[in-house]
């Protein structure tokens, strides 16, 4: 069975950083599409990271680019998103997903949160940025 645990959220000021993790079970992170969601209060849900770990480079989309970034460590099966220089809008249920089939079309999927694409869901961790 697949489980995906997420963890770091929180809540911090504007100007702060946060560590967001995302531990496997079931699976492991060679060869797939890692991304990571967020949603704010009455809005969909958003891609805002992906890598696929097979080959390439992460993708972020363009409010976050420069200031996160998306990693994973294969010996602890866990991916991370590091987030820095939080703003307010920032606020938001953070959501890791990963995608094992057709790995390789991963940036499309991520930024057009086609969210159907991806089988496994992190259960979210709230992150909110007070001014």
């Known amino acids: 069975q697949v489980q995906l645990v997420e963890s770091g959220g929180g809540s911090v000021q504007a100007g702060g950083s946060l560590r967001l993790s995302c531990a496997a079970s079931g699976i492991t992170y060679s060869t797939v599409c890692l991304g990571w969601f967020r949603q704010a209060p009455g809005k969909e849900r958003e891609g805002v990271a992906s890598i696929y770990t097979g080959s390439g480079g992460p993708w972020y989309a363009d409010s976050v680019k420069g200031r996160f970034t998306i990693s994973q460590d294969n010996t602890k099966n866990t991916m991370y998103l590091q987030i820095n220089s939080l703003k307010p809008e920032d606020t938001a249920m953070y959501y890791c997903?990963?995608?094992?089939?057709?790995?390789?079309?991963?940036?499309?999927?991520?930024?057009?949160?086609?969210?159907?694409?991806?089988?496994?869901w992190g259960q979210g961790t709230q992150v909110t940025v007070s001014s």
């Open positions: 997903a990963v995608r094992t089939t057709v790995p390789w079309i991963c940036q499309l999927y991520v930024r057009e949160a086609a969210l159907s694409r991806f089988a496994y």
